[in-house]
């Protein structure tokens, strides 16, 4: 069992309070994020799959849930690959009886691709304790603490997205005395 590291890796140390509790953060980021990845790795191998395969099959799922058709050209985008990726993905799946595809009902160019119900059971059965688990940690959460860590996250996710560079800041925080976002600071008064 890998043991906790109670300090921050050392180009996180400052004399800053601010930042020795982001230094907490980002490593309780980091741990939850290698947890994440083994629970990725054991839903891989008890599916058989692939990433991209798990990736395609939850988005397929998704957009049945929201009665929305996927193309293969959806997928390609979803995925960042090429279409030829795509259809060789597609076929394997197509041949473990995880997906189908037919003919667009009103475009014979295209095709819509669609999960099974055997993916949807193997992926329940794979994934019901797990989520069940994750939304008991959820649980007892206040609307003031569930706007909270919801609104961190969004942040995170602009930070490390392509949105950011340099010296710009897209991702406002909240201000403590309105609740609302402050504004983002030029770049010459984030010096």
């Not at 794979?126 to 206040?142: E, K, Q």
Request: with cysteine.
């Amino acid at each position: 069992m890998a043991r906790e590291i109670s300090s921050p890796p050392s180009y996180w140390y400052s004399d800053s309070e601010d930042d020795e509790r982001g230094a907490r953060i980002m490593e309780a980021m980091r741990s939850y994020r290698s947890a994440e990845m083994a629970m990725r790795r054991r839903t891989q191998e008890s599916m058989a799959m692939g990433e991209n395969e798990l990736l395609v099959l939850r988005f397929l799922t998704r957009a049945a849930a929201e009665q929305r058709d996927v193309t293969p050209i959806d997928l390609a985008r979803h995925l960042g690959v090429s279409t030829a990726s795509v259809t060789a993905l597609l076929d394997r799946l197509e041949r473990s009886g995880h997906l189908s595809r037919r003919p667009h009902p009103s475009d014979r160019r295209k095709v819509l691709v669609s999960a099974t119900t055997h993916a949807d059971g193997e992926m329940r059965d794979t994934l019901t304790s797990m989520h069940a688990r994750m939304m008991r940690a959820t649980r007892g959460m206040s609307e003031g603490e569930t706007v909270a860590v919801t609104e961190f996250l969004r942040r995170m996710r602009c930070a490390v997205g392509d949105a950011c560079t340099g010296t710009q800041t897209c991702c406002p925080v909240a201000d403590a005395g309105t609740g609302g976002p402050t504004p983002p600071m030029a770049p010459d008064a984030a010096a």
